[in-house]
């Protein structure tokens, strides 16, 4: 099983700023990774997958990178409306895995 | 609409099948370019993947709970259905249906459509 770690596991961010979050893959996924915001008491909602491709009607200011098992999900300036938990997965194998997620709260 | 919606009971009682079934409307569950699949999340904590349908019928399970999961679609009534045996407490959570891209070649996207969720509670 190919584990999914988040870093970390809260942060805290003022309205306007940057938002850096990490997720590691225990082994290689190639580019087979999705990021996930969820808001309380929703479903989680699909923002970026390919590692980078942003999803249908995702605003700009998300944007996903990878360098080796290493993937980031940057919020470029941050809304009121992202505060909410982020979770990674991979799909590299039959096997999907999910990270354990990172709270943005507000600072 | 393109849509997902679970359904089932909220409660069951522990060493009891949880049966729970994902109406698809808007989309058909025989369409090769998807894969259909149930993820759950406990209170308070992160999601968790339980097992994936093809429109063959071929499935995918998590190892953790291969044993006790059954994942069968209902092409006529477009829809698929999860059923988890020998429930405990641990079992507790919501239980969430989704769609998945499938490019083929052992090849997905990300689950790009979800229901809300239902709770499912485990307890006597």
């Known amino acids: 099983e190919i584990v999914m770690t988040q870093s970390p596991a809260t942060l805290s961010v003022s309205p306007g700023e940057r938002a850096t979050l990490s997720c590691r893959a225990s082994?290689?996924?190639?580019?087979?990774l999705a990021w996930y915001q969820q808001k309380p008491g929703q479903a989680p909602r699909l923002l970026i997958y390919?590692?980078?491709t942003r999803a249908s009607g995702i605003p700009a200011r998300f944007s996903g990178s990878a360098s080796g098992t290493e993937f980031t999900l940057t919020i470029s300036s941050l809304q009121s409306e992202d505060f909410a938990t982020y979770f990674c997965?991979?799909?590299?194998?039959?096997?999907?895995?999910f990270g354990q997620g990172t709270k943005v709260e507000f600072k | 609409q393109l849509q997902v919606q679970e359904s089932g009971p909220g409660l069951v009682k522990p060493s009891e099948t949880l049966s729970l079934t994902c109406a698809v409307s808007g989309d058909s569950i025989r369409s090769s370019s998807y894969y259909w699949g149930w993820i759950r999340q406990p209170p308070g904590k992160g999601l968790a993947w339980i097992g994936s349908?093809?429109?063959?019928?071929?499935?995918y399970y998590n190892p953790s709970l291969k044993s006790r999961v059954t994942i069968i679609r209902d092409t006529s009534k477009n829809q698929f259905s999860l059923k988890l045996s020998s429930v405990t407490a641990a079992d507790t959570a919501v239980y969430y249906c989704?769609?998945?891209?499938?490019?083929?070649?052992?090849?997905?996207?990300?689950?790009?459509?979800w229901g809300q969720g239902t709770m499912v509670t485990v307890s006597s």
């Open positions: 989704a769609r998945a891209d499938y490019y083929g070649s052992g090849t997905w996207g990300g689950l790009d459509l």
């Open positions: 082994q290689s996924i190639s580019s087979n």
């Open positions: 390919h590692a980078s």
């Open positions: 349908i093809y429109y063959s019928g071929s499935t």
């Open positions: 997965q991979q799909y590299n194998n039959w096997l999907w895995t």
